[in-house]
């Protein structure tokens, strides 16, 4: 975006200042900040969902933008499901009752641009001394927000993106040299599959390839990797070749991404180095409680997932690398946006919180926590990364993740309208089928072929 030019030193120094001054704002409590009444105070709502890491960041955030803003106060709506808020938010716009700013879900925020629930902020942030910068915000962030007519109706909240977390003691106990993210240590898909293998073993400490091997009394899996949502499945098909989105559509169904997806389901049918999602299930346990106690050794998960599955909440060391390779690294990255209702009666105001929103306190507070990565790319700098990186939650390698592997091998995808009904109504209950062990070419083809037909739909 075009805009005047501030030097990456005074938004640095703006940064650390925004951060320590919202330290201290948050000392007063967690709270809201109540605002005198007067009559020129414009009143705002903002909507989302989240747990309780949200909802104390959006908090703090409002005691923060309303101290700085004293002529603007913000409501906090909250819910806790981001699937109950999206239909909560859908059912209120046909009312005529949104709030004024809002959480947009990343599978839905085309679509709901396409039906003119979004105001259109491209002037605002064209015009901003900061966020116009062309540099602002890393390329793909970028890429993602604005349409084909290069309009943006909202701002990417972060980026979160999937990598592997393993049990860095059994990988030491095992002499197996872990997965990292430079790349001379970025596995290939045969040597994921080989230490896999190798960490896997049943009752009677047999592996996978061991003769007497029985798969059906498997007490340490040697990883897991979740095939019922679609942005792990999209890294897979990306890295091999295909894609999961291309020109409106969803292309799950090239011979490239549907390799990629039969060989995901082979590690549970094939190899027996993952479990079945029934076998979690029948567990009870989470990904993260199975790495602790020894039932799994590595997991693939969203890098949201760093903020309990860190070594301060755990009681083996976690360690973190790259998603292997089938022919070339690649991680898609996604989150969900912030947005400013086209129904609102205080554009002026929904815009300056959407737009505080994207500056380095809002993201920093949530990097802290392992929960966000940044998608500003002042964060990613080296003196960023100092205001933010946290001993004990980011392993020593996460810098080299974000300030090099996610800038070259990340991909920052665009949804096109009407996915939210064809994943609902398709996609999901196949990818459901292949990690219940059917066949990728039994559904994924027809899957995405109904998929697209009701995308076609909602694009013309």
């Known amino acids: ?176 040299t872990p997965p990292g993210f430079a790349d001379d240590e970025i596995w290939d898909w045969d040597t994921f599959i080989s230490i896999a293998k190798q960490l896997t073993i049943d009752s009677a400490g047999r592996h996978p390839d061991d003769e007497g091997f029985d798969h059906e009394d498997i007490q340490r899996w040697g990883v897991d990797w979740p095939m019922t949502w679609w942005q792990p499945v999209a890294s897979a098909a990306h890295s091999n070749g295909g894609a999961y989105f291309a020109d409106g559509r969803i292309v799950l169904d090239s011979p490239e991404a549907m390799e990629a997806l039969q060989r995901l389901s082979d590690l549970i049918y094939v190899h027996h180095v993952a479990p079945r999602s029934a076998s979690i299930a029948d567990l009870g346990m989470t990904n993260t409680q199975m790495i602790d106690n020894g039932r799994l050794a590595m997991a693939v998960e969203g890098s949201w997932a760093l903020s309990w599955m860190n070594s301060s909440l755990t009681s083996v060391p976690i360690g973190t690398g790259a998603l292997p390779t089938m022919g070339q690294p690649a991680c898609v990255l996604q989150a969900h946006f912030h947005s400013a209702l086209a129904n609102t009666q205080h554009p002026e105001e929904a815009w300056q919180w959407v737009r505080f929103l994207s500056t380095p306190f809002y993201q920093t507070q949530f990097l802290k926590i392992g929960l966000w990565l940044p998608s500003q790319t002042a964060l990613t700098t080296p003196e960023g990364l100092d205001t933010w990186i946290t001993e004990g939650i980011h392993p020593s390698n996460y810098r080299q993740f974000v300030s090099e592997y996610l800038p070259t091998y990340g991909i920052a995808v665009r949804i096109p309208p009407g996915y939210v009904e064809a994943a609902a109504n398709f996609i999901d209950g196949a990818l459901q089928a292949v990690a219940a062990g059917t066949l990728v070419a039994a559904v994924i083809p027809e899957a995405v072929r109904q998929a697209n037909d009701v995308m076609a739909m909602a694009q013309l």
Not at 147 to 173: K, M, P, T
């Open 1 to 176: 975006m075009a805009g005047n030019n501030v030097s990456r030193r005074d938004f640095l120094k703006a940064m650390g200042a925004s951060a320590a001054f919202a330290a201290s704002m948050t000392q007063l409590g967690g709270k809201l900040m109540a605002m005198p009444h007067r009559q020129d105070v414009v009143g705002i709502s903002f909507g989302g969902w989240g747990g309780v890491a949200e909802d104390e960041g959006v908090r703090a955030a409002i005691e923060v933008f309303q101290a700085e803003n004293p002529g603007i106060t913000v409501e906090w709506q909250h819910t806790p499901d981001a699937g109950e808020y999206n239909r909560v938010l859908l059912t209120n716009f046909a009312a005529g009752t949104t709030p004024d700013t809002s959480f947009i879900i990343a599978d839905g925020y085309e679509t709901y641009v396409a039906q003119g629930i979004l105001l259109d902020i491209t002037d605002q942030i064209t015009a901003d001394p900061v966020l116009g910068q062309p540099d602002y915000f890393m390329p793909q962030e970028a890429a993602r927000c604005a349409d084909s007519n290069g309009r943006w109706h909202g701002i990417g909240s972060c980026w979160v993106g999937h990598h592997i977390y393993y049990n860095a003691q059994l990988f030491e106990d095992e002499g197996i």
